[in-house]
Nanobody, 126 residues
């Protein structure tokens, strides 16, 4: 069983930066591929980024490439999402999620993730 708790959301002006953190409980955190998703009001959940268990490989959605960076620290049981050059269209609730395995294949499919956090609100003003 893995429990996930996001933090670091908030209100920021367009062009600004935020860093989200996702703290995980459980001794098997390092065996999970971790992902970030987001959901804006009235829209479907959208994949943002994923990172393998070692942190050596990442995969970003086209909408955030060059602006967002996912990373993890297994010693701290934490995964991060550094968000730079934020745009109003990045406004959403951001969720971290965990799926067993070491591959990024299918990481954009939220149905493959077993555990989800409660979400963190990110609001970008224009």
């Amino acid at each position: 069983q893995v429990q996930l708790v996001e933090s670091g959301g908030g209100l920021v002006q367009a062009g600004g930066s935020l860093r989200l953190s996702c703290a995980a409980s459980g001794p098997t955190f390092s065996t999970y591929t971790m992902g970030w998703f987001r959901q804006a009001p009235g829209k479907e959940r959208e994949f943002v980024a994923a990172v393998t268990w070692s942190g050596g490989n990442t995969y970003n959605a086209d909408s955030v490439k060059g602006r967002f960076t996912i990373s993890r620290d297994n010693a701290k049981n934490t995964v991060y999402l550094q968000m730079n050059s934020l745009k109003p269209e990045d406004t959403a609730v951001y969720y971290c999620a965990a799926r067993p395995g070491r591959s990024l294949l299918g990481s954009q499919n939220g149905n493959l993730y077993d555990y989800w956090g409660q979400g963190a609100q990110v609001t970008v003003s224009s």
